[in-house]
């Protein structure tokens, strides 16, 4: 049960990776002569106001988006091969690293956002930040992958004690027609 | 022949691990106060140059006053990283002196340090690739450059991740002991009272 509830953590930590790295991770208003606001997220930047460019939607110049898919993927890989008798502890390994991965990615990313919400704090700041959805549901992204990480590890026990057969135990004696009973 | 599952904790293999966390901590520490990347803007009156680094800028004079007075801190979840891995390691050099209970905790945190070092220095990276142009033009040519901090920091999430890897109890597959030469007598559960049957090995050979 523990394990199980391990596995769908990992699974879930995953898709909400994926999907925090869709959401706008900060918005940006520019109080200039003419009004420019956009929102980031992991992968595009998309103007909301403001002149247009070729399109309202670019690719980010920084591609946060990349070490959040390998970290969704790799959580995925740990949740599938769990049970696997050859690479259980291979994905137990990476069950508890990748979790932790994800929140270096995050807090770096956490890291640039409180550089540009210091701008807020300005007497007449020039640029308003604010969070973005994506930044907290990869926040809680790493919180659900980490309880996940921790539900799969083996504790010392389990690594101990062999599993008890279930059902009567049946002993193969061979050639004991052959010997004399020894009351 | 029959194999079971067990674990290996090789002493030394732990020391090696242990050695190659604290090495790793060390180098993610080394990396913060070296510059990562560097670039050099020729000018026809003149050059500047402009490093970036974990905790911030460098810049020659002339463009110092213009730089950004308060950069972005890439260097806190580093440096947390690298206190996780010295924390680890003299856990698992001094893990002889621990009870047992705490020999799967220790490792598990060991994998939390170098994961954690790895996901922040990847993600740096990631930044620093944005910034990386060349460029040249009638008023300005900007070259940019690796400086050792990028190596430095990628050697550390190796070692810290080789470090994690090796203090694991991996499973290995053992072979069962041979059974006892002779004759072998097993005891029946819910056969109280019966006979008890001795059977013969089949691999004592020449006893029969």
């Known amino acids: 049960m523990r394990s199980r509830l391990g596995l769908f953590a990992l699974l879930a930590g995953a898709v909400l990776t994926l999907v925090g790295a869709l ?7 520019y109080r200039l002569a003419e009004q420019l606001e956009f929102e980031v997220t992991a992968w595009n930047v998309r103007t909301i106001t403001g002149p247009q460019p070729d399109s309202d939607e670019f690719r980010s110049s920084v591609q946060y988006g990349i070490p959040l898919a390998v970290a969704a993927g790799l959580l995925v890989l ?13 994905a137990r390994f990476l069950a508890a690293g990748v979790p932790l991965m994800l929140v270096g990615a995050v807090w770096t990313i956490l890291q640039v956002y ?18 973005g959805l994506g930044l907290w549901i990869l926040a809680i992204a790493c919180v659900v992958a980490l309880v996940g990480g921790v539900l799969v590890q083996r504790v010392p026990d389990q690594l101990e004690r062999a599993p008890e057969p279930e059902g009567p135990v049946v002993y193969r004696l061979p050639d004991s027609e052959e010997h004399e009973q020894v009351s | 022949m029959e194999l079971r599952e067990d674990v290996s904790r090789s002493p030394r293999r732990r020391v090696v691990g242990g050695v190659a966390l604290a090495a790793g901590a060390v180098l993610a520490l080394v990396a913060t106060r070296l510059p990562l990347t560097r670039q050099d803007i020729r000018f026809p009156e003149g050059a500047s140059w402009y490093e970036t680094g974990l905790w911030g800028t460098r810049a020659s004079s002339d463009i110092g006053s213009v730089l950004d007075p308060s950069p972005v801190r890439y260097g806190v979840p580093v440096v ?39 996901g922040s220095g990847w993600t740096v990276g990631q930044v620093l690739l944005s910034s990386f142009r060349n460029e040249e033009s009638a008023f300005a040519t900007v070259t940019t450059s690796v400086r050792e901090g990028v190596w430095v920091l990628g050697l550390a999430c190796v070692v810290a991740l080789a470090g994690g890897l090796l203090v694991q109890a991996w499973p290995v597959r053992a072979a069962v002991p041979p059974p006892e030469r002779g004759v072998v007598v097993h005891r029946l559960p819910d056969d109280s009272g019966g006979p008890v049957i001795p059977v013969p090995d089949d691999t004592a050979g020449g006893d029969r």
């Open chain 1, 23 to 29: 959401l706008p991770l900060y918005h940006q208003a």
């Open chain 1, 78 to 90: 740990a949740a599938l091969f769990l049970r696997h008798r050859r690479f259980g502890a291979v």
């Open chain 1, 114 to 131: 409180l550089r540009l919400a210091q701008g807020n704090r300005r007497a007449d700041p020039i640029t308003l930040t604010s969070p």
């Open chain 2, 80 to 118: 947390v990283a690298a206190v996780l891995l010295v924390v680890t390691a003299a856990l698992v050099l001094g893990a002889r002196r621990l009870p047992d209970r705490f020999a799967a905790p220790v490792n598990v945190g060991a994998v939390l340090a170098a994961f954690l070092l790895t």
